[in-house]
């Protein structure tokens, strides 16, 4: 059975640091590629960053240079390092797997809030 599973999230103030982790099961993780969503309340759901099976990564122009997406694939996870952390992150991320058939998946999420 296929499963994505967040955690990490919390409460954090601005200018402070979270790592989001994805833990993956039930397909083979090396040959997908991880995407971290965010939806904040009344927002659309936004393309954060993403990481290719070779490990290559892409990344939101609005957290260019203050988030870093990485992947174990020992671990079938996939982490999302928040850094420099602002209000507006404040969200639900949720993590995507696109197998190579173009079959995805999504995680429940998990909440981030940014607040002082």
């Known amino acids: 059975q296929v499963q994505l599973v967040e955690s990490g999230g919390g409460l954090v103030q601005p200018g402070g640091s979270l790592r989001l982790s994805c833990a993956a099961s039930g397909f083979t993780f090396s040959s997908v590629s991880m995407s971290w969503y965010r939806q904040a309340p009344g927002k659309e759901r936004e393309l954060v960053a993403t990481i290719i099976s070779a490990g290559g990564t892409n990344y939101a122009d609005s957290v260019k240079g203050r988030f870093t997406i990485s992947r174990d694939n020992a671990k079938n996870s996939v982490y999302l390092q928040m850094n420099s952390l602002k209000p507006e992150d404040t969200a639900v991320y949720l993590c995507?797997?696109?197998?190579?058939?173009?079959?995805?998946?999504w995680g429940q999420g998990t909440q981030v809030t940014v607040s002082s």
């Open positions: 995507k797997a696109t197998r190579r058939t173009g079959v995805t998946y």
